[in-house]
């Protein structure tokens, strides 16, 4: 079969691509149909130029062609052993194809446009740029219907030039001529320039297009986590609730028994009680009875006689008045659960507030960035106050709460169970458990932390004192610098000092963050990690007479 084909191709006119039709062998040697190599070169009189449609060997005179007789017997033999024309395996060119600017008759569809010549090339007429030396150097590429625009309208010259001060292609005439000053390249190292920036710029938007799928992937991720622990915190939080309820309902259950069961025993009382008085009023009316009959009598022996019998009048066994209390049997037990109610109505509300705000503020990783500018951090400005009840007895506080100052004498603070014994540490009043933002204004050293509610306050351990322990996070403010510290692993950190210190807590972040605020601001030292209750801010002052301030920026 591939011999098959070889034939055809070797015995096919390179010009109408059927068998040859009466051979004819021009002077370079390939060979023609006579027809198609004379129609070829009438075409080409006016310019009188003749060469050879393969491999373009030009001839000063157009050559007299003769029937090739051997050729044409050669072809004849072969097409009785079954060889037939190929052009069926060829796809001719329709409106919408480039066609091959040398086939005649019914063109066939180009493979390759010649840059160089300006020409477009079916597969047959594209065979001499594979095999003759000087088209191998020609620049071959898609097959285009625009080479023309590839001409110069002025000059008639292929633009093989690129002028960068009009940004447009030129010929090299139009280069000494009309851009004759301008800044004038090559076509082809124009081409290769912009090129390599194409590249480096599809090199970006391809790694843009990986972070950007990684984010999408890291989105999804997010959406399945927040999926997953709505519909658990649902499930847990239903049945919380539900216990809630059932305690309630028990509750309830047990003061109503209680109430019956008191019910049952006083109605026993006030009945027993009852009966024994009707009783007593059924003998004291036979009584009178009796008095009143022998009142009645007018025999003076028999009143006599009977006097004795009835004039005695038994003591009664009870007193000879009940006191009935006000009807306020059980409304004291309703004004208890009533005020327990109202108890647990504040504790709800309260509660609820704090959940409340809490769902609100989940944003994981679609929050917004962190902040950039002094301006922007403002933003999250959250109000601030120290907390009289962990103030360690030596700290003076003052400005509303705001300011914490140590002092020789001892303060006549209360006794309370989260003051701070030892350590002169205070905490704030306030819960930290979103997005916000303050600053403290300094004099001496200090520390400036995060804490969480539940650190030690009783001692002078570890535990008690922020930076190191794994419940609170500070960063150690003097002149000589500052060092970061958690869980008493601490870390020196450069930076310009400064006497204020900008902290920005993002809680569902997880972000922690401490800046040098001046002019400027200047990030210090920033973590990253996972917040599991809400936080405090804290302060902690090493000397007498040294300050830190909770200040409130303008």
């Given at each position: 079969?591939e011999?098959?084909?070889?034939?055809?191709?070797?015995?096919?006119?390179?010009?109408c691509?059927?068998?040859?039709?009466d051979?004819?062998?021009?002077p370079?040697g390939h060979?023609?149909c006579?027809r198609?190599i004379k129609?070829h070169?009438?075409?080409k009189d006016?310019?009188?130029?003749?060469?050879?449609?393969q491999?373009?060997?030009?001839?000063?005179?157009?050559?007299?062609?003769?029937?090739?007789?051997?050729?044409?017997?050669?072809?004849?033999?072969?097409k009785?052993?079954?060889l037939?024309?190929?052009?069926?395996?060829?796809?001719f060119?329709?409106?919408?194809?480039?066609?091959c600017d040398?086939?005649?008759?019914?063109?066939?569809?180009a493979?390759?446009?010649c840059?160089?010549?300006?020409?477009s090339y079916?597969?047959?007429?594209l065979?001499?740029y594979?095999?003759?030396?000087?088209l191998k150097?020609h620049k071959l590429g898609k097959?285009?219907k625009?080479?023309?625009k590839?001409i110069c309208?002025?000059h008639d010259?292929?633009?093989?030039?690129?002028?960068?001060?009009?940004?447009?292609c030129?010929?090299?005439l139009?280069?000494?001529?009309?851009?004759?000053?301008?800044?004038?390249?090559?076509?082809?190292?124009?081409?290769?320039?912009r090129?390599?920036?194409?590249?480096?710029?599809?090199?970006?938007?391809?790694?843009?297009?990986?972070?950007?799928?990684?984010?999408?992937?890291?989105?999804?991720q997010?959406?399945?986590?927040i999926?997953?622990?709505?519909?658990?915190?649902?499930?847990?939080?239903?049945k919380?609730?539900t216990e809630?309820i059932?305690l309630i309902?028990?509750?309830?259950s047990d003061?109503?028994?209680q109430?019956?069961?008191?019910?049952?025993t006083?109605?026993?009382?006030v009945?027993?009680?009852q009966e024994?008085?009707e009783?007593?009023i059924?003998?004291?009316?036979?009584k009178?009875?009796?008095?009143?009959?022998?009142?009645?009598?007018?025999?003076h022996?028999?009143f006599?006689?009977?006097y004795?019998s009835?004039?005695a009048l038994?003591e009664?066994?009870?007193?000879s008045s009940i006191n009935?209390?006000?009807?306020?049997?059980?409304?004291?037990?309703?004004?208890a659960v009533?005020?327990?109610?109202d108890?647990?109505?504040?504790i709800?509300r309260?509660?609820?507030?704090?959940?409340?705000?809490?769902?609100t503020?989940v944003?994981?990783l679609l929050?917004?960035p962190?902040?950039?500018s002094?301006a922007?951090?403002?933003?999250?400005?959250?109000?601030?106050?120290?907390?009289?009840?962990?103030?360690?007895?030596?700290?003076l506080?003052?400005?509303?709460?705001?300011?914490?100052?140590?002092m020789?004498?001892?303060?006549?603070?209360?006794?309370?169970?989260?003051?701070?014994?030892d350590?002169?540490?205070v905490l704030?009043?306030?819960?930290?458990n979103?997005?916000?933002?303050?600053?403290?204004?300094?004099?001496?050293r200090?520390?400036v932390?995060?804490?969480?509610?539940?650190?030690?306050?009783?001692g002078?351990?570890?535990e008690?004192?922020?930076?190191r322990?794994e419940?609170?996070?500070?960063?150690?403010?003097?002149?000589?610098?500052?060092?970061?510290?958690?869980?008493?692993?601490?870390?020196?950190?450069?930076?310009?000092?400064?006497?204020?210190i900008g902290?920005?807590?993002?809680h569902?972040a997880?972000?922690?963050?401490?800046?040098?605020v001046s002019?400027?601001?200047t990030l210090?030292?920033?973590v990253q990690t996972?917040?599991t209750?809400?936080?405090h801010a804290g302060?902690?002052?090493?000397?007498t007479g040294?300050?830190?301030e909770?200040?409130?920026?303008?």
């Amino acid at each position: 079969m591939e011999q098959n084909q070889l034939d055809q191709e070797t015995f096919s006119c390179s010009i109408c691509l059927d068998l040859l039709k009466d051979p004819a062998t021009i002077p370079c040697g390939h060979s023609y149909c006579i027809r198609c190599i004379k129609r070829h070169w009438d075409e080409k009189d006016q310019k009188g130029n003749y060469s050879c449609p393969q491999c373009r060997e030009i001839f000063r005179q157009r050559p007299i062609l003769k029937r090739n007789t051997m050729l044409a017997a050669l072809v004849e033999q072969l097409k009785k052993t079954g060889l037939q024309a190929a052009p069926a395996d060829h796809c001719f060119a329709r409106p919408e194809d480039v066609a091959c600017d040398f086939c005649t008759g019914r063109k066939l569809k180009a493979i390759k446009s010649c840059f160089v010549c300006l020409a477009s090339y079916c597969e047959k007429h594209l065979q001499p740029y594979y095999h003759v030396a000087p088209l191998k150097k020609h620049k071959l590429g898609k097959p285009s219907k625009n080479l023309q625009k590839n001409i110069c309208s002025d000059h008639d010259e292929v633009m093989k030039m690129f002028c960068r001060t009009d940004q447009k292609c030129i010929c090299y005439l139009c280069s000494v001529e009309q851009h004759k000053n301008h800044d004038t390249v090559s076509a082809a190292a124009e081409m290769t320039e912009r090129q390599r920036e194409l590249e480096e710029r599809q090199g970006k938007i391809h790694q843009r297009i990986q972070d950007r799928e990684k984010d999408v992937k890291l989105l999804q991720q997010e959406v399945e986590a927040i999926n997953h622990s709505a519909d658990k915190t649902v499930e847990d939080n239903k049945k919380i609730f539900t216990e809630l309820i059932r305690l309630i309902q028990k509750r309830s259950s047990d003061v109503k028994q209680q109430i019956r069961s008191q019910q049952e025993t006083e109605v026993s009382r006030v009945k027993e009680l009852q009966e024994k008085l009707e009783q007593e009023i059924t003998e004291l009316k036979k009584k009178e009875a009796e008095l009143k009959q022998l009142l009645n009598t007018e025999d003076h022996n028999q009143f006599l006689h009977s006097y004795p019998s009835l004039s005695a009048l038994s003591e009664s066994t009870h007193s000879s008045s009940i006191n009935i209390r006000p009807l306020r049997h059980f409304e004291d037990v309703t004004a208890a659960v009533s005020e327990r109610r109202d108890k647990l109505q504040d504790i709800m509300r309260d509660t609820w507030t704090n959940i409340s705000l809490t769902i609100t503020d989940v944003d994981a990783l679609l929050s917004d960035p962190e902040p950039k500018s002094r301006a922007g951090f403002l933003k999250y400005l959250c109000e601030i106050t120290l907390d009289p009840n962990t103030a360690n007895t030596r700290l003076l506080l003052s400005k509303g709460n705001r300011k914490v100052t140590v002092m020789q004498q001892h303060q006549s603070y209360s006794s309370h169970p989260e003051r701070f014994t030892d350590w002169w540490q205070v905490l704030s009043r306030e819960s930290l458990n979103r997005r916000c933002y303050w600053e403290m204004k300094r004099k001496g050293r200090v520390r400036v932390a995060i804490v969480y509610k539940n650190i030690s306050g009783a001692g002078n351990g570890n535990e008690c004192k922020f930076g190191r322990n794994e419940k609170s996070w500070a960063l150690d403010v003097s002149q000589d610098g500052y060092r970061f510290g958690h869980n008493n692993i601490w870390t020196s950190i450069s930076g310009p000092v400064s006497s204020r210190i900008g902290v920005y807590l993002d809680h569902s972040a997880g972000i922690l963050s401490f800046y040098s605020v001046s002019e400027s601001m200047t990030l210090l030292h920033r973590v990253q990690t996972t917040f599991t209750q809400p936080l405090h801010a804290g302060l902690w002052v090493n000397r007498t007479g040294n300050s830190a301030e909770i200040c409130k920026p303008k």
